[in-house]
């Protein structure tokens, strides 16, 4: 027996640092993020395995078996059958485009059908959010709210990708696995950064900006706090001990070409997450325009562009 889910990656423009339990991996602020359509991870399970066994685009991947087989126990069970694991992305993996949101989404989606279990879609954003905090939102399609509740996170679609159906375009600026995860990088600012704690308390503000934003399909207004926002977090990842700095000098060339770009009168606003890639959201008119401005940069790699999507689903 096989199944196989598809999920994609979501880009956070009010954005997530730090945990407020470690063990369930729940975060210390609530979130707003966009779910890119054209991005995805596909997640093949068979269940005719003598052992587990995992591979990522082609290649095995032993080194990763372990957390995903946590995440399979916890939606199948610990006495579930043996898997063989096959994960394929779009997209580079392990670079800061929330490669790990859209693999665990869709792993839970896949685990919890291979294994007959009928669970409602939050109950598996929650389950998919002991293993990436950010795999949560890729349950759902177009924006997101995380909400922080007692023992568990509230995740809900604020509104449909085709209520307003903005673009992503995807600067990449280097393809090599990040030198420190996410997780670790975030308990080390939380011990050392001396802005973490306002990070925390302003976060509700930013919050309140951007659900209003979004709903009154604001542009501007959500261009101001998403960026605010964005470069809040690193502040208090420059700041940590030792920092955590993920840019590179082409990220700093793309952050201006955007700059530039809302200068001249596009509609464009630029956010950067645990990484050195530079996603600008644009509207669907200047995603073009955008495009080969960031293209021009030197030290791009690569440039991808989508529109927001639907949320972690079976295929077939």
């Given at each position: 027996?096989?199944?196989?889910?598809?999920?994609?990656?979501?880009?956070?423009?009010?954005?997530?640092?730090?945990?407020?339990?470690?063990?369930?991996?729940?975060?210390?602020?609530?979130?707003?993020?966009?779910?890119?359509?054209?991005?995805?991870?596909?997640?093949?399970?068979?269940?005719?395995?003598?052992?587990?066994?995992?591979?990522?685009?082609?290649?095995?991947?032993?080194?990763?078996?372990?957390?995903?087989?946590?995440?399979?126990?916890?939606?199948?069970?610990?006495?579930?059958?043996?898997?063989?694991?096959?994960?394929?992305?779009?997209?580079?993996?392990?670079?800061?485009?929330?490669?790990?949101?859209?693999?665990?989404?869709?792993?839970?989606?896949a685990a919890a059908a291979i294994s007959g279990r009928k669970l409602?879609?939050?109950?598996?954003?929650?389950?998919?959010?002991?293993?990436?905090?950010?795999?949560?939102?890729?349950?759902?399609?177009?924006?997101?709210?995380?909400?922080?509740?007692?023992?568990?996170?509230?995740?809900?679609?604020?509104?449909?990708?085709?209520?307003?159906?903005?673009?992503?375009?995807?600067?990449?600026?280097?393809?090599?696995?990040?030198?420190?995860?996410?997780?670790?990088?975030?308990?080390?600012?939380?011990?050392?950064?001396?802005?973490?704690?306002?990070?925390?308390?302003?976060?509700?503000?930013?919050?309140?900006?951007?659900?209003?934003?979004?709903?009154?399909?604001?542009?501007?207004?959500?261009?101001?706090?998403?960026?605010?926002?964005?470069?809040?977090?690193?502040?208090?990842?420059?700041?940590?001990?030792?920092?955590?700095?993920?840019?590179?000098?082409?990220?700093?060339?793309?952050?201006?070409?955007?700059?530039?770009?809302?200068?001249?009168?596009?509609?464009?606003?630029?956010?950067?997450?645990?990484?050195?890639?530079?996603?600008?959201?644009?509207?669907?008119?200047?995603?073009?325009?955008?495009?080969?401005?960031?293209?021009?940069?030197?030290?791009?790699?690569?440039?991808?562009?989508?529109?927001?999507?639907?949320?972690?689903?079976?295929?077939?």
């Open positions: 027996m096989h199944v196989t889910a598809r999920a994609h990656p979501n880009i956070a423009l009010v954005k997530y640092w730090g945990k407020r339990d470690s063990a369930r991996n729940l975060p210390a602020v609530g979130s707003i993020s966009i779910t890119l359509g054209d991005l995805w991870t596909d997640m093949r399970l068979e269940a005719d395995a003598e052992a587990d066994e995992l591979s990522v685009n082609g290649d095995s991947r032993p080194d990763l078996l372990p957390r995903i087989a946590s995440c399979l126990d916890l939606v199948a069970g610990d006495d579930r059958q043996p898997m063989s694991v096959s994960s394929h992305s779009n997209f580079p993996v392990a670079a800061g485009l929330a490669s790990s949101a859209s693999a665990f989404a869709a792993a839970v989606v409602e879609r939050e109950e598996l954003a929650n389950l998919a959010g002991r293993a990436s905090g950010s795999a949560a939102r890729s349950l759902y399609e177009g924006f997101v709210e995380l909400e922080n509740a007692a023992e568990r996170v509230q995740v809900r679609t604020i509104c449909d990708s085709a209520s307003w159906p903005l673009s992503v375009v995807v600067a990449i600026t280097s393809t090599l696995p990040k030198s420190v995860g996410s997780g670790e990088a975030m308990e080390i600012s939380r011990r050392t950064s001396p802005f973490y704690e306002r990070w925390i308390d302003a976060q509700g503000d930013d919050l309140q900006r951007a659900r209003t934003a979004i709903l009154a399909r604001d542009f501007e207004a959500l261009a101001d706090v998403a960026e605010h926002n964005c470069l809040k977090m690193h502040s208090v990842m420059w700041a940590s001990r030792p920092p955590m700095v993920y840019w590179n000098a082409a990220t700093l060339d793309c952050m201006q070409a955007v700059r530039q770009l809302r200068a001249d009168g596009a509609g464009v606003f630029f956010t950067i997450d645990a990484g050195p890639q530079v996603k600008a959201v644009c509207l669907p008119e200047d995603a073009d325009r955008v495009r080969d401005a960031l293209t021009g940069v030197d030290g791009v790699e690569r440039v991808m562009t989508s529109g927001l999507g639907e949320g972690a689903h079976l295929l077939g």
